[in-house]
């Protein structure tokens, strides 16, 4: 086999890996700093998706550019959600498994809705780029394939740099690392857990944006992201910013790789398989827990 | 306490002469429908009671059910193909096809039950999708094409009258499993892990055991229930038989009656197949969806523990009440 396309092929899941690691980001989050586990991530970064579609078409803005409008939505959206039906079930005893059956409620409403709205058919993102190639050396990348992955990983870095440098962020990794005590020391737990939903559905938002410059989508197409969120976050281990990125490029790299030898359906069988053998021998992830 | 008694007898009661209506209900020759209709909730609940063995007893939540009704189904079409069975050979072979289905629960479960929480759930969630492109790409197996079985030589009202009372059987020894489980040691034991399964294991409880025995027992069901549904529909496919919404619909039913009892996996089954096809009837299919998603909404925020308990505990208030004055009774 011809080395530039494996290279080619490498590279293209390495892309691909960043953008699952941006909308993997949030759902880290969530899931290490509340217990919930937000089944809806997915159907919420759809629903970034549908909006920077329409943007995109009625006015012609960028997807990039979009995000302007998408996340600050998605942000309060989130935040109205969180208050009226996360905050009634987190203290409950199970909160993992009602949040799951709650969310699962969340997602079937959303999909359906935006199924109401654009119907089945696949979509596709056409900003005026979408025909340009970059070419380096021997090996072409499409446009919006680099616009993707630039734009994840800016936004995987400004969640990062969130949580370490800002008071806000601090005050998450407080709140993750001791509830109680973190409350004593003056911190609103309930705002801080609104705010780190809000955080993580706008970055759905944006990854929902990533992922659709780079494939068609539709309605039903949160499942299968989701599959993918749960393997970049347990890869990189739940609540790890940084892990979660690096999950996201060993995953693109796998792909990337089995792409390039093996025949498509069973890319997602190696994926899935590997999942498996990974949870099972390390559970806690592959990289080093650090709050 | 002879109240109790007198109450627990009427339930008891009733419960036998509901199951005698519908062991009966084909005598009146019904519109096929509605055989199928019944047949389609037995279904869904002698799945949700098996889960519920492993998921709402020991609090393993297994999202991969539906690859052991899958690969149920497959085993059965596999038997009766490969050995030409008559009729009643296909509806038995749907046994041993549930004994395949508890061996791959065995050995899944092994290393897998060592794993706790979400993390189990998204490792038989996973399970399910390997198993399903497993299947549709070993052409062994039919691959995408899917399995034709030899349909039964009989009207068509006949034939599912003899489905739906095999189903009802099923459904019958699936709950008798589940309610004996919970009576016995073994039920006390996984409720044990349930609770705490540190503590548990130095009650000199198995756990280990007892969840595979749990996993085990739990996926042999949904693999007869899968062997009677291939014989039912004469053709399978990996997109029918190994929907991945079967699992998670199974455990939002079982988890909608409350898991802890085995009344809740039967009502939440029941009641969840009936709206689900009253609403898709008589509602457009999106909103019928979307009613269907603030059904569980509602039902986590205002009756997280299941129905079940919701109504219990207030059957409980209205009758503790009148007690508190000494002067009743």
Redesign the interface.
């Known amino acids: 086999m011809n080395s530039v396309l494996i290279i080619q092929s490498l590279i293209g899941g390495i892309m691909m890996g960043a953008i699952y690691a941006l909308l993997g980001v949030g759902f880290s989050l969530t899931?290490g700093v509340m217990k919930v586990?937000h089944i809806s991530h997915a159907a919420f970064g759809l629903a970034g998706a549908y909006i920077a579609y329409v943007l995109l078409n009625w006015w012609g803005m960028d997807p990039v550019a979009s995000l302007v409008v998408t996340t600050p939505f998605l942000f309060v959206v989130a935040c109205a959600a969180y208050r009226i039906?996360i905050l009634?079930?987190t203290r409950?005893k199970?909160v993992?498994?009602?949040s799951?059956?709650?969310t699962?409620?969340?997602?079937?409403?959303l999909?359906?809705?935006l199924?109401?709205i654009w119907g089945p058919a696949p979509k596709l993102l056409t900003p005026s780029y979408i025909t340009d190639v970059v070419k380096v050396g021997p090996f072409y990348f499409q446009y919006p394939w680099v616009v993707g992955f630039v734009m994840s990983i800016v936004g995987v870095l400004v969640v990062h740099l969130l949580l370490k440098k800002t008071y806000t962020g601090k005050a998450v990794r407080a709140s993750w690392q001791q509830p109680e005590s973190s409350q004593l020391y003056g911190i609103n737990l309930k705002r801080i857990s609104m705010i780190t939903f809000g955080i993580a559905v706008a970055t759905a938002g944006a990854g929902g944006v990533g992922l659709a410059m780079i494939y068609s989508f539709e309605p039903h197409a949160h499942?299968l992201w989701l599959?993918y969120l749960?393997l970049v976050v347990?890869v990189g281990g739940v609540g790890n910013v940084l892990g979660t990125a690096l999950a996201g490029l060993v995953i693109g790299i796998i792909t990337g790789l089995s792409l390039a030898f093996l025949p498509y359906?069973?890319v997602?069988?190696i994926t899935?398989?590997l999942?498996?053998v990974i949870?099972?021998v390390r559970?806690h992830g592959l990289f080093q827990s650090e709050v | 306490m002879e109240t109790v008694r007198r109450a627990s007898r009427v339930w008891f009661f009733l419960g036998i002469s509901l199951v005698a209506t519908l062991a009966l209900f084909p005598l009146f020759r019904p519109p096929v429908y509605f055989l199928s209709f019944l047949f389609q909730i037995f279904l869904y609940i002698s799945i949700a009671s098996a889960w519920n063995l492993i998921g709402g007893y020991a609090g393993y939540?297994s999202f991969g059910h539906v690859a052991f009704f899958g690969i149920g189904a497959y085993a059965t079409a596999m038997l009766s193909n490969a050995f030409d069975l008559s009729s009643v050979g296909t509806l038995l072979s749907s046994i041993p096809a549930g004994l395949v289905a508890a061996v791959f629960a065995a050995i899944v479960g092994y290393?897998?039950l060592?794993?706790r929480?979400?993390?189990f759930?998204?490792?038989t969630?996973?399970?399910a999708?390997?198993v399903e492109?497993?299947v549709?790409?070993l052409g062994f197996l039919g691959g995408p094409d899917g399995l034709w079985l030899k349909g039964m030589a009989l009207p068509i009202a006949v034939s599912r009258s003899i489905f739906y009372e095999l189903m009802l059987v099923l459904m019958l020894i699936t709950v008798g499993v589940s309610v004996w489980v919970g009576k016995s040691k073994f039920g006390a034991g996984l409720r044990a892990i349930k609770e705490d399964e540190e503590v548990a294991q130095t009650m000199a409880i198995n756990a280990p055991w007892l969840k595979l025995k749990a996993f085990a027992l739990s996926a042999f069901f949904p693999g007869v229930a899968g062997g009677l549904y291939a014989y039912y529909l004469t053709y399978i496919h990996p997109d029918i038989v190994f929907e991945?919404n079967i699992s998670?619909l199974v455990v939002?039913m079982a988890?909608f009656g409350g898991g802890a009892s085995w009344l809740g996996p039967l009502v939440g089954a029941a009641s969840l197949t009936v709206i689900n096809e009253s609403l898709t009837t008589f509602v457009k299919a999106?909103?019928a969806?979307?009613i269907?998603?603030?059904?569980?909404?509602v039902?986590?925020?205002f009756m997280?523990n299941g129905l079940i308990e919701f109504f219990s505990s207030r059957a409980e208030h209205s009758q503790t009440e009148p007690e508190a004055h000494p002067s009743g009774s």
């Open positions: 899931w586990i039906l009634p079930i409950s199970e993992i498994v009602s799951m059956i709650l699962f409620g969340i997602a079937i409403i999909e359906n809705l199924l109401l499942n599959i749960f347990i359906q069973w997602n069988l899935f398989g999942l498996i949870l099972v559970p | 939540l290393p897998c060592r794993l929480g979400p993390y759930a998204v490792v969630l996973c399970f999708f390997v492109l497993a549709k790409n991945v998670i939002l988890l999106e909103w969806r979307i269907y998603g603030c059904l569980f909404i039902v986590i925020i997280p």
